[in-house]
């Protein structure tokens, strides 16, 4: 039996929604009204539910926050801030990712449980298919900073709500993510909750604004602010672009101003801005500058590119674990005579990595990779997902009808991850497209021919979920013939060669090129990396952004990586000796001939010294 007040908000909504033409005006901001017409009539939702927002299982949990750890942590000390700013009046502060999952939150003890039990938390996730008309759903749908006020939810679990949030863009305009903050208790007036969204709107270009910094490093950049004041700590406008003048990247504040001024984004810094001018104000203080061809000035200051340094302790080791290699090469005769193949291993320990590898290396390489995961996807839709839809097929689908990912699959690879985590009735419908090389998309008469291969992965162990009667026996037996196990981490010999490729990849993607100090090298050899190739890859990204110098040092690893004990170690055992042998090895890429030769000694002289020392040497035990 529903409350008196959510049996009014339902009765609200209800009329509000179905008597929209004949109202002279809504009762809600028509943003409002065109979420709560599209979670009744689109998603279907009850505007009567009092159930609180679906929450991710630990490990979706830590998939996404490790995904999304970089922003994290160019974000954490901004949602600190903004928590700190709006604490005492009891408002907890939520950063979600670009699906609307909450991968970071502040929040005081005293209402700690109060929050959690209205779903503010970590883990819970707010897509307005799933929750309806709520802050961060309605900024995912309208890209725009929102206020949602109490009754302006759709599902009355939440009318006791206030919640001001904000989109975060990256640099290329793409939703990076959500700020929100929402309170349990306020005033009825959604005015009162002006200042706070603007607080939150501040907060998120304050963070969209690190990250752009942080990628774009190795352009030219222009920051601008119509007051010169505010160039260098809270610019309006960031825009970067490359030696050849091509723009590369853009904040959103910038990106409008373009698209408003010129009617579109230009192509070329050229267009926007005269290039002697910019020129002229290279790494000077803040100075006037006129946009091309159009009124108004700004003030600005234009950095150059940020160098590559010298690597002085990187080593060079391409060697690839010789069972990883054995395993790509089998597998590759086993995919290209259409087998189905599967991988196994340890969370993180380079799955999808290697199945890409397989496909990039096989004759499919110039069809498409089409990758899911399994677990990631709600039940109720990986059917969907996978074997795709006719118009008309179920209530709620799309009147186009949707292709499945195994039809977009066709001629290439489909990469099914977590393939323990799928439902037994798909299994069944899987053993059949592997058998006949025929899909049926629901509510489809015929079925359709596809063309693909199809690799398979799992953490899990598929005989033990097969004795348990949670997969299908014929299927373990049809993917089991190939079947490929991958070692963890912290077993295999070519961690020096995937710290090298990680960094070569970190580089390519714009951050700036960097060197490992031998410290942070040898931790980084010596850890058990629990989360495996994911957890170094993260690692990595992380020591990249907050390293100065061009150099990795010890201090900028995660402390969880480097450990103070570990820490307190090193230091201990750094000695002009030690610093030798070690840079002399990491110089001549840990061969050991070449380095005795360099420092004058036998090998036998070299094995002793580096046991004495104390350095441990990347696949000696393995």
């Known amino acids: 039996m529903l409350a008196a007040n959510s049996k009014d908000h339902v009765d609200c909504v209800s009329r509000v929604v179905r008597n929209a033409d004949r109202l002279p005006q809504a009762p809600v901001p028509s943003l409002i009204f065109d979420s709560w017409r599209r979670s009744m009539e689109q998603h279907h939702l009850d505007p009567g ?40 009046a009891d408002y907890c502060v939520m950063l979600t990712d670009a699906q609307g999952q909450t991968i ?9 449980t109060d929050c959690r039990k209205a779903g503010l938390y970590l883990g819970t996730c707010w897509s307005e298919a799933e929750e309806g008309t709520c802050g961060v759903a309605t900024v995912l749908t309208s890209k725009a900073a929102v206020t949602v006020h109490k009754r302006d939810h759709f599902r009355a679990a939440f009318i ?11 640099p290329q305009g793409n939703l990076l993510g959500v700020m929100d903050a929402s309170a349990l208790k306020s005033p009825d007036d959604r005015r009162s909750q002006h200042l706070v969204r603007q607080m939150v709107a501040q ?11 942080h990628s774009a490093r190795q352009h030219w950049v222009l920051q601008a602010h119509s007051t010169p004041g505010y160039v260098d700590s809270q610019p309006d406008l960031l825009l970067a672009w490359d030696q050849d003048g091509r723009l590369h990247a853009l904040n959103s504040k910038a990106r409008q101003a373009l698209r408003r001024r010129f009617g579109q984004v230009p192509a070329h810094i050229g267009e926007v801005f005269d290039l002697d001018a910019l020129r002229a104000v290279t790494d000077q203080s803040a100075q006037q500058l006129h946009w091309l061809g159009e009124p108004g000035a700004l003030h600005v200051r234009v950095s150059a590119p940020r ?14 674990d010789p069972r990883v290699e054995e395993h790509l090469r089998l597998a590759l005769r086993v995919k290209d005579r259409n087998l189905p193949v599967l991988v196994q291993g340890e969370t ?13 290396r096989s004759a499919r390489r110039d069809g498409p990779f089409v990758a899911v995961n399994c677990a990631a996807i709600p039940e109720n839709l990986i059917e969907s997902e996978l074997f795709g839809y006719v118009a008309g097929a179920f209530t709620g689908a799309s009147n186009k009808g949707m292709p499945g990912l195994l039809l977009q699959a066709d001629g290439g690879t489909l990469f099914l991850d977590e393939i323990g985590d799928m439902p037994l009735a798909l299994q069944t419908r899987l053993l059949r497209v592997l058998a006949e090389g025929e899909v049926a998309p629901l509510g489809a008469a015929k079925t359709r021919a596809v063309d693909i291969q199809v690799i398979c992965a799992s953490h899990r162990d598929l005989a033990v979920l097969v004795s348990e009667g949670r997969f299908r026996e014929d299927l373990y037996f049809r993917l089991g013939c ?50 495996n190739v994911r957890q170094l890859r993260h690692v990595l990204a992380y020591a990249c952004a907050v390293c100065d110098g061009g150099t990795i040092q010890l201090a900028d690893l995660p402390v969880e990586v480097r450990g103070e004990q570990i820490e307190a170690d090193v230091e201990q055992r750094v000695s002009p000796e030690r610093q030798v042998v070690l840079d002399a090895l990491i110089r001549h890429r840990w061969k050991p001939s070449p380095t005795a030769q360099a420092l004058g000694i036998s090998r036998a002289t070299l094995y002793r010294r580096v046991n004495q020392l104390g350095i441990d040497m990347p696949g000696k035990h393995i």
């Not at 939150?105 to 209402?111: E, L, Y």
């Not at 993180?348 to 990039?360: M, R, S, T, Y």
């Not at 990849?505 to 031998?518: D, K, L, N, R």
């Open 307 to 320: 160098r590559k340094p010298a690597r002085p302790a990187k080593a060079v080791n391409n060697q690839v």
């Open 104 to 112: 970071d939150h502040r929040v005081d003890t005293a209402i700690r």
């Open 348 to 360: 993180g320990a380079g799955k999808e990595v290697f199945a890409h590898q397989l496909h990039e």
């Open 203 to 213: 907060s998120a270009q304050a963070i969209e604004n690190a990250f752009f910094m």
């Open 482 to 531: 190939a079947r490929f196990c991958l070692p963890p981490l912290r077993e295999r010999s070519d961690k020096l060669a995937l710290i090298n490729r990680l960094l070569e990849q970190e580089a390519h993607s714009g951050a700036i090129s960097v060197g490992i100090g031998p410290a942070a090298l040898e931790v980084l050899l010596g850890y058990a990396w629990p989360g």
């Open 49 to 88: 539910s009092l159930q609180g927002p679906r929450i991710l299982s630990e490990p979706l949990l830590k998939e996404c926050r490790e995904r999304a750890e970089l922003f994290m942590h160019i974000a954490s000390e901004e949602v600190g801030q903004l928590h700190h700013r709006v604490r005492h």
């Open 160 to 170: 006791g709500l206030t919640c001001s949030a904000a989109p975060i863009f990256d």
